[in-house]
C-alpha cells in the first residue's frame, strides 16, 4: 500500500495540472478529476483499498496489465479506454503521476476534437 503522504501527493498532483478540476458526482468518496469537463482520473478513496483509474493508451494498458497484478481492467469503466490501479505500491509514486500525465493528455486531447 502507498504511504498517506503519496496519496496526499497523489491528490495534489492530479489538483495541480492545468485546467484540472475535481468533482463528486456519485459518492463522496470517489473523486472525478476532468479537465475541459472531460474525465481524466477517478480516485476511489472511501475503502481501505484505494483505487486510481486512468485512461491509457491501449497498448500501454496491455503491457501493464502483463506486468502489474494491480494493473486491471477498468472498473465500473470502458475497459477499452481505462484500467484501474489497486494502490498497493506496485507502481511508485512517479511512475503514477506519469501514467496520470497520460490520461491527462489522452483527456485533454479528446476535448479539443
Known sequence: MLKPSDITALVEYLGSL??????????KTLAV???????????????QIVELSVR???QLSK???????EVANGR?????Q??????SGQLD???????IYHSY???NASSLT
Open 56 to 58: 491509457l493508451d491501449h
Open 93 to 99: 509514486l512517479e511512475e503514477l503521476k506519469a501514467l
Open 18 to 27: 492545468d485546467g484540472s478540476t475535481v468533482d463528486y458526482p456519485f459518492t
Open 63 to 69: 503491457l501493464l496489465r502483463q506486468k502489474y497484478e
Open 76 to 80: 465500473k469503466l470502458d475497459s477499452r
Open 105 to 107: 493528455q489522452l483527456s
Open 33 to 47: 478529476y476532468s479537465v475541459s469537463d472531460t474525465p481524466f482520473a477517478y480516485l476511489e478513496s472511501g475503502r
Open 82 to 87: 481505462w484500467s484501474t490501479i489497486v494502490l
